[in-house]
């Protein structure tokens, strides 16, 4: 029997900690092991203590996880927990996704101060955003809107709404609910007009490539349906070198042995956007993606990419 606390990297807001701790109850559950079996390990990261600045001028969404990568490399935690969206397409070596729990409510949802929609925000009302991709479909749906920068952790953008510096902010739903928080949205985003980012709603375990422990354990609640989803929604990034500087969304839905995705690619401004969607076995997930975003990059050309960087 293993007497070492098997250790569970995580970053340390409330929602990181919700994940990590979800994590550690369906291990639990499926293993038969008592709590003190496991441990919460909290990791900052740069992406946490940086707030001044948009994740898109200080190197993407890898601060984020690039501390926690660290420790899992090194052996100072045995898996990471992260929120999918965060994740970059490519993984430092020795590393992999190696399970997903079922995926969380995948929508954003709008939480207004002045107005309970933002159809019915007022003219020149200003929304906080700091995701490129919100704010794209924000001034693709009201380009009258004025878009400015809200990062931190759930509670700190609430905080920023009360305290009144703008008139509503987006966050996504899975993370209200996670939190108990989804009385706070005024209104749920539809899929087909608000799309999602790849990985939105999902939680994914990282771990060491070849860590027979850890992917004894973690095997045994990777939830199938999502993993395929994911792995269709990030080869559909990794074709478009999606990061936090480009307006990506990408949302896949598996119903049995079938998989079918839509993607979404805009200018930062929303004034130019391009739509793709696939469809095939779930079993070819990835494939599926890849050739999604191979259309996409194709019928928006090389020009629309340029003001990306």
Known sequence: MQTTAFKIGTRGSPLALAQALETRDRLRAAHGLPEDAFAIE??????????????????????????????????????????????????????????????????????????????????????????????????RMRPDLKVVMFRGNVQTRLRKLEEGLADGTILANAGLR?????????????LGTFPPAPGQGAICVESRIADERAASLVAAIDHRPTAQALACERAFLAVLDGSCRTPIAGHAVVEGDDLSFT???????????????????????????????????????????????
Not at 56 to 66: A, I, N, P, R
Not at 178 to 190: D, W, Y
Request: aromatic share 4%; proline share 5%.
């Open 42 to 139: 909290v990791i900052s990261t740069s992406g946490d203590r940086i707030q001044d600045r948009p994740l898109s001028e200080v190197g993407g969404k890898g601060l984020f996880t690039k501390e926690i990568e660290e420790a899992l490399l090194s052996g100072r935690i045995d898996i990471a927990v992260h929120s999918s969206k965060d994740m970059a397409t490519v993984l430092p070596d020795g590393l992999e996704l190696s399970a997903f729990l079922p995926r969380e409510d995948p929508r954003d949802a709008f939480i207004g101060k002045t107005a309970p929609s933002i159809v019915e925000l007022p003219h020149g009302a200003t929304v906080g955003s700091s995701s490129l991709r919100r704010q794209a479909l924000l001034l």
């Open 178 to 190: 996670r939190l108990g928080l989804e009385h706070v949205a005024t209104h749920l985003m539809p």
């Open 263 to 309: 993607g979404l690619i805009l200018t930062p401004d929303g004034r130019e956007a391009h739509e793709v969607s696939g469809a095939g076995r779930a079993e070819d997930a990835a494939a599926i993606g890849r050739a999604a975003g191979q259309e996409v990059r194709a019928k928006a050309g090389t020009r629309f990419f340029e003001g990306w960087a």
